[in-house]
């Protein structure tokens, strides 16, 4: 079974500054995906970042990139030049390649103050 | 291209009573998941249906239940409701049979139970 914990259930950011949310995660899988959701307020989760456990590299999506330190279990979101549109819930996950769910940690609510 | 489509969007029921909550995953799509929603337990996977057969089922107890149709349209079911199944049900689809973890999200079916 994985398990995914986010130790942060609030943040905050000032419009253009970066934030960093964490996560941690444990799994006895040895392929895995680990994903960070956002869901802002009252509209659908969208996938912001993927990042494929056998991949060295981390990955970035514009503004958006983790920092995936596998051995420590732990993969964080980093947010640059934060803009008003990035307030909302942020949720770390996790899937085994070979099953087909996704296991959640609790959440981060962001706040970007202008 | 229409994107994931949850109905109802709201409604309310009695402890006793049963529901149907219908999600229309994006065209083309052949995975539906499920997930409950609560701010006690966060996301917590329900089921997951690929090509009309239930491939994967969460922790839930047995008055939980879904379908999918050959449409790929899937259905859930909760019997007997008590006050702890309020919560924000969330459909998810995705192309893919391999999980890759790209699910796109409806903006879910909340459910309050008096």
């Known amino acids: 079974a994985q398990t995914v914990t986010q130790s942060q259930p609030e943040m905050s950011v000032q419009e253009a500054e970066t934030v960093t949310l964490s996560c941690t995660y444990d799994t006895s899988e040895s392929d895995y995906y680990l994903f960070w959701y956002k869901q802002p307020p009252s509209r659908q989760m969208i996938l912001v970042i993927r990042q494929e456990a056998y991949k060295q590299q981390n990955a970035t999506e514009n503004r958006f990139s983790v920092n995936f330190q596998k051995a420590a279990k732990s993969f964080s979101l980093k947010i640059s030049d934060s803009q008003l549109g990035d307030a909302a819930m942020y949720f770390c996950?996790?899937?085994?390649?070979?099953?087909?769910?996704?296991?959640f940690g609790e959440g981060t609510q962001l706040t970007v103050n202008p | 291209k229409a994107g994931v489509t949850q109905t109802p969007r709201y409604l309310i029921k009695t402890r006793g009573q049963q529901v149907t909550l219908s999600c229309s995953p994006i065209?083309?799509?052949?995975?539906v998941s499920w997930y409950q929603q609560t701010p006690g337990q966060g996301l917590q996977f329900l089921f997951e249906?690929?090509?009309?057969?239930?491939?994967n089922k969460g922790n839930f107890p047995g008055r939980f239940s879904g379908r999918q149709f050959s449409n790929s349209r899937s259905e859930m079911n909760v019997s007997t409701l008590e006050l702890g199944d309020s919560a924000l049900y969330l459909c998810?689809?995705?192309?893919?049979?391999?999980?890759?973890?790209?699910?796109?999200f409806g903006e879910g079916s909340r459910l309050t139970v008096l």
């Open positions: 065209s083309g799509h052949r995975s």
């Open positions: 998810a689809s995705s192309f893919r049979q391999i999980n890759t973890g790209e699910l796109f």
């Open positions: 996950a996790s899937s085994e390649t070979s099953g087909s769910r996704l296991t």
């Open positions: 249906y690929f090509s009309e057969t239930q491939r």
